[in-house]
């Protein structure tokens, strides 16, 4: 199927975990793409947002601005556009101790894409992820601007800035690490063509391990200033690591 559209708005959208249950976690998606081939002439995700609740098993919050995946492509084509994601997850409180999971973990993705994807214009994303609190076992925060998991590219036509940052204050017995990802490519090619300039930040309890990358390659290509051969002439500002 085909989605044609002008601009793709969204203020706020929130969902929120529930008190005092088993269950409390949240999610949240701001633009959940499957199987469309849709082309807006720019897009602005002003907020997506998912704020754990109080449970005894699990109050985890899991974000992503956009998700692109199966067989379908997102392209905006107004070159001009200032597009905005914005992704945040608080996790919530684990309030007893009964359950094997006790999940107070956060995770933020501002666009997680599993096809073809292109963006047109100026692209500003921006990734919150704080781990929970009580009686959890996992209290981990992870943040990345763009995941790419592909056999195809997902290529960013104009200045890309990407801040993603990941706090987990509390100690969870068996997990409280934060990562802070800027681009992390797993498989296909991500080409950024422009002007780049991502920020990490990651924090963890003392002692616990914590991670601030700003490219990531686990897989796949990420060119960033480059073609590939040769230097496309664009400024590159990378606060965090640069790991392949």
């Given at each position: 199927?085909?989605?044609?559209?002008?601009?793709?708005i969204m203020?706020?959208?929130?969902?929120?975990?529930?008190?005092?249950?088993?269950?409390?976690?949240?999610q949240?998606?701001?633009?959940?793409?499957n199987?469309n081939?849709?082309?807006?002439?720019?897009?602005?995700?002003?907020n997506?947002?998912?704020?754990?609740?109080?449970?005894?098993?699990?109050?985890?919050?899991?974000?992503?601005?956009?998700?692109?995946e199966?067989?379908?492509t997102?392209v905006?084509?107004?070159?001009?556009?200032?597009?905005?994601?914005?992704?945040?997850?608080?996790?919530?409180?684990?309030?007893?101790?009964?359950?094997?999971?006790?999940?107070?973990?956060?995770?933020?993705f501002g666009?997680n894409?599993?096809?073809?994807?292109?963006i047109?214009?100026?692209?500003?994303i921006?990734?919150?992820?704080t781990g929970?609190?009580?009686?959890?076992?996992d209290?981990?925060?992870?943040?990345?601007?763009?995941?790419?998991?592909?056999?195809?590219?997902l290529?960013?036509?104009?200045?890309?800035?990407?801040?993603?940052?990941?706090?987990?204050?509390?100690?969870?017995?068996?997990?409280?690490?934060?990562e802070a990802?800027g681009?992390?490519?797993l498989?296909?090619?991500?080409?950024?063509?422009?002007?780049?300039?991502?920020i990490?930040?990651?924090?963890?309890?003392?002692?616990k391990?914590?991670?601030?990358?700003?490219?990531?390659?686990?897989g796949g290509?990420?060119?960033?200033?480059?073609?590939?051969?040769?230097?496309?002439?664009?400024?590159?500002?990378?606060?965090?690591?640069?790991?392949?």
């Amino acid at each position: 199927s085909q989605l044609f559209t002008n601009q793709l708005i969204m203020k706020n959208v929130k969902a929120s975990g529930g008190t005092d249950g088993q269950e409390a976690q949240a999610q949240a998606i701001g633009f959940y793409n499957n199987s469309n081939q849709t082309s807006v002439a720019g897009l602005s995700l002003e907020n997506v947002e998912a704020v754990g609740g109080r449970g005894t098993n699990h109050a985890f919050a899991n974000v992503a601005g956009i998700v692109n995946e199966n067989n379908a492509t997102l392209v905006t084509t107004d070159a001009t556009a200032a597009n905005i994601i914005k992704a945040v997850a608080t996790a919530g409180t684990i309030s007893g101790t009964n359950s094997a999971t006790e999940d107070a973990s956060a995770t933020t993705f501002g666009i997680n894409n599993a096809n073809a994807m292109t963006i047109k214009g100026s692209l500003n994303i921006t990734t919150i992820a704080t781990g929970g609190n009580g009686n959890a076992k996992d209290t981990s925060a992870t943040s990345t601007g763009i995941k790419n998991k592909s056999s195809s590219s997902l290529n960013i036509l104009g200045p890309l800035t990407i801040s993603a940052t990941a706090q987990s204050p509390n100690a969870g017995s068996l997990n409280s690490k934060a990562e802070a990802l800027g681009i992390h490519n797993l498989s296909g090619t991500t080409n950024i063509k422009d002007n780049l300039k991502i920020i990490t930040l990651a924090e963890s309890i003392n002692g616990k391990p914590f991670k601030a990358d700003a490219l990531y390659a686990t897989g796949g290509t990420i060119n960033a200033g480059t073609d590939g051969i040769t230097s496309l002439g664009k400024i590159v500002q990378l606060e965090g690591d640069v790991k392949a």
